[in-house]
């Protein structure tokens, strides 16, 4: 079973930044997805295992960036320029097939969550 532990959450004021972390050990692509209370969980980002190829969701392109350090066993999550509406529980999950995937059911693992909260 693999256990993945994401960080980094808080309460940020709008146009601020946080960097998400999360710790998987293994060889796997992963993706970071939100939920945002009274919606459906959504794709955020997504990293294939060598980090030769990344997916980025429309709506927090060119403000958020997805990372790895595989040596560390870390996935990042850089967010700039938060809106309220990025106010969620963002959550980190691992897929065993080693490309980037857009939906839920491609990934295989998932962590518990962490909260960002944006006040405007």
């Known amino acids: 079973q693999v256990q993945l532990v994401e960080s980094g959450g808080g309460l940020v004021q709008a146009g601020g930044s946080l960097r998400l972390s999360c710790a998987a050990s293994?060889?796997?692509?992963m993706g970071w997805f939100r939920q945002a209370p009274g919606k459906e969980r959504e794709f955020v980002a997504s990293?294939?295992?060598?980090?030769?190829?990344?997916a980025i969701a429309d709506s927090v392109k060119g403000r958020f960036t997805i990372s790895r350090d595989n040596p560390k066993n870390t996935v990042y999550l850089q967010m700039n320029s938060l809106k309220p509406e990025d106010t969620a529980v963002y959550y980190c999950?691992?897929?065993?097939?080693?490309?980037?995937?857009?939906?839920?059911?491609?990934?295989?693992?998932w962590g518990q969550g962490t909260q960002v909260t944006v006040s405007s």
């Open positions: 293994g060889r796997y692509a």
């Open positions: 999950a691992a897929r065993i097939a080693r490309t980037t995937a857009l939906r839920m059911r491609e990934y295989d693992y």
């Open positions: 990293i294939s295992w060598s980090a030769g190829s990344t």
